[in-house]
């Protein structure tokens, strides 16, 4: 059995895989119980996230950001 890296069952849960990832995903689920578990922990943390309203950072944050960038890109 395919031991499935965090970001690929995270790509998973957010239907951001390829067809074949996906495929073997859903095979593996069906053997392993655990896996099984994992991905339903990772789904309702997504659906947790889902329901945060976020608020956008201010105009002042982002400036100093890009400054920074600008900054230490050079």
């Known amino acids: 059995?395919?031991?499935f890296k965090e970001e690929e069952l995270i790509m998973y849960v957010y239907q951001d895989?390829?067809?074949e990832l996906t495929k073997a995903?859903?095979?593996a689920i069906i053997e392993d119980a655990e896996l099984k578990k994992q991905i339903e922990t990772l789904?309702?943390?997504k659906d947790q996230?889902?329901?945060l309203k976020l608020k956008s950072p201010s105009k002042k944050s982002i400036?100093?950001?890009l400054d920074y960038a600008r900054?230490?890109?050079k």
């Open 49 to 51: 996230l889902d329901k």
């Open 1 to 3: 059995m395919k031991n």
């Open 43 to 45: 789904q309702r943390s």
């Open 17 to 19: 895989c390829t067809p």
């Open 63 to 65: 400036k100093a950001i």
């Open 25 to 27: 995903i859903d095979k």
């Open 71 to 73: 900054k230490n890109n």
